[in-house]
């Protein structure tokens, strides 16, 4: 493939949380590593060269990607055509082009598991407000539904649940999914991970809670309570879809169990994702290493889970916005296996993902303890 | 101590791999922390904003202090009067400038065991080679005997076994230290750590081998094979150590068992630490999460050793000078438990520091033979 191996020029799009994760994965192995990204000060800017750019723009992904061997993601909502003129241009892309244009479009990315008979929840493609409107006049689509926005959806930005006709006013009147909306039980995230030469490594399931409002990742758990069979069906789900996808890289899939016992995928991001953040702490190889392991076409490490672990995002609190203060700190670490990650965003807003904490343990009684403990302490304010 | 805790502005003398790694461990939460190193792009730049400046010199190091809140080093040969100004000036600096002093000097260290009562190898302090001859000749010193120059010694610099009369031509015409040579029986060494409120954490000793001739360490293993009474003896004279020389941040305590079952004190450096590299990996928390947590007074983490270990020192191979070749890192990868460190250095030299590599698992057996694999796969050279 071309590649230099360690001595590869690794350029990645977005400069975030994940990207300087990655980064300091890959000041281990002194990889040459860029991020994009048009923040002042990005939190990737910590531990690797930052170049100002916006990655959704052609012309700065084109002329960021040409200084590159290889070039990577840590968002998917990035210039899909410049990857293309990339590739053409030789450099090494990862996830490829047309893999990641399907998943930018949740339309695609549904009609993708329609088409491989893999499980989701039903669902309809719609042009617009109008057309939900007729589609729902028809009987086509019942309460309660879920709108999904085709595109630029991100941490549940894009994504609402209309229960009832008085809700009908909040429709994005844009390109959308309408899926019908699961009973669910229990909200399920998996990592699979895939080198240039196809091998394939899968992360064991967590189990995630979800803000009721906000719907951002607000605790998460590794290993879940999922009964070895559905573990295995959905260790399977992901095996088979990085594969079909043709992702080199990480791929993040998220499930839904239903409360029949379903198991349903949502959705899917190529990429580090915050469900695998644990396995920094709790696995032998972290989902950034094994990131940059695939992109090198390096061996994959190993994935098993070493320990009982739970995440918690470390959220602006609601109600302050401005530079951040970081309360609680001290005390969280005066407790064992607590494990605090800040990603140096300069201005905290209410519910703006400021860091992230696992705790882990041999005991899961203890590793609950700590984290109801832990997220008591911590906060993130700011002057009023 | 007016810390502004993790807001502190963090400066770190030296920006080798030592810093590196600290830098590494600052990134997680976000810590400004800047070095400095007169090397063009030196192994913490990847992580650390670099200050270009020698910090032999005093100017460079007053200007480098002034614009920080804490200082500290990772390595112990530094301007001292600069530190003690900068401790005036209200600075607050760790190690402590008179503790530092203490251990810059060999000859200092070994009166301060004596004072205090603590094991260490019978010893001389000597002015220069002609005062050796005397004391040849007035039969207090005898053969074999070690030299150590009592200043700017470091892995194994400024230190020489002298056999016999014919090798009296080597001595060093510097003020020394004239040891008795100790009949070895294990090397050992010990981390310990104290926060500024005075806390102290242990971690379990470490067995090293070295290079017979460069006297390198090659090889570490943890836990060591020293029996559980010599261990608490290890781990009580740290405790005692890093009290009695008064240090916030680590101490590392390098020790001789001599073959009549001694536990003798080798010397100490207030710094992380070679034979702690392995706490990355195989400890809750790692030497340089544990320094900051000293130097920012915050609760010490857990040092208990998680797993078995085995550290290789990753040396230039002699023969090689040159930009840096690394071979056989993907092989090693293949192997389960393996984790490579690259420091970043361009420029490889025979026996030359380049990296190291952990190796942990559950089974010591399993550990020795990856090692093995590992020690015979990997090699740095360059183009002849």
């Known amino acids: ?40 000060q ?64 949740k339309g695609l990315q549904k009609l993708f598991y329609r088409e491989h008979q893999l499980p989701t929840s039903e669902f309809i493609i719609v042009d617009n407000a109008v057309h939900i409107h007729q589609l729902i006049e028809q009987n ?15 941490d549940g930005r894009g994504v609402q649940i209309i229960h009832e006709e008085s809700e009908l006013d909040k429709l994005f009147n844009e390109p959308s999914v309408i899926e019908q909306k699961v009973a669910i039980h229990k909200e399920i995230a998996v990592l ?50 990085i594969e079909k996808m043709n992702i080199v890289g990480l791929l993040a899939v998220e499930l839904f169990l239903d409360k029949k016992g379903n198991i349903l995928i949502n959705e899917v991001a190529p990429r580090p994702h915050n469900s695998g953040h644990h396995t920094i702490e709790a696995c032998p190889t972290s989902q950034f290493q094994q990131h940059l392991r695939c992109i090198l076409d390096f061996p994959l490490g190993p994935a098993l889970t070493n320990v009982h672990s739970i995440l918690l995002n470390l959220l602006g609190e609601p109600g302050y916005q401005g530079e951040a203060i970081y309360e609680g700190i001290e005390e969280c670490l005066a407790l064992d296996g607590v494990y605090i990650h800040l990603y140096g965003k300069k ?33 993130v304010i700011a002057h009023l």
């Open 1 to 40: 493939m071309g590649s230099k191996g360690i001595n590869s020029k690794i350029g990645v799009l977005g400069g975030g949380q994940l990207g300087k994760m990655l980064a300091q994965a890959a000041a281990d192995w002194n990889l040459d590593i860029s991020v994009l990204d048009p923040t002042p």
């Open 42 to 105: 990005a939190p990737a800017n910590c531990c690797a060269k930052q170049v100002h750019g916006d990655f959704n723009n052609y012309d700065n992904v084109l002329a960021f990607g040409q200084q590159q061997d290889i070039i990577t993601i840590e968002i998917e909502h990035v210039n899909l055509e410049a990857l293309k003129e990339l590739k053409r241009l030789g450099k090494e892309v990862y996830p490829d082009p047309s893999s990641l244009g399907l998943i930018q479009d």
């Open 140 to 154: 086509i689509i019942a309460f309660p539904f879920v709108q999904k926005l085709r595109r630029a959806g991100y």
């Open 192 to 241: 699979a991970a895939r080198n240039i030469s196809g091998e394939i490594m899968i992360y064991d399931p967590v189990e995630m809670l979800f803000h009721p409002t906000a719907n951002l990742l607000l605790y998460q758990e590794c290993p879940c309570t999922l009964n070895g069979d559905q573990s295995e069906q959905v260790k399977n789900l992901a095996h088979t879809l």
């Open 347 to 379: 201005e905290t807003k209410p519910m703006r993902k400021m860091g992230h904490i696992t705790i882990v343990g041999k005991d899961p009684v203890y590793v609950k303890k700590i984290a109801t403990s832990v997220s008591e302490k911590i906060k």
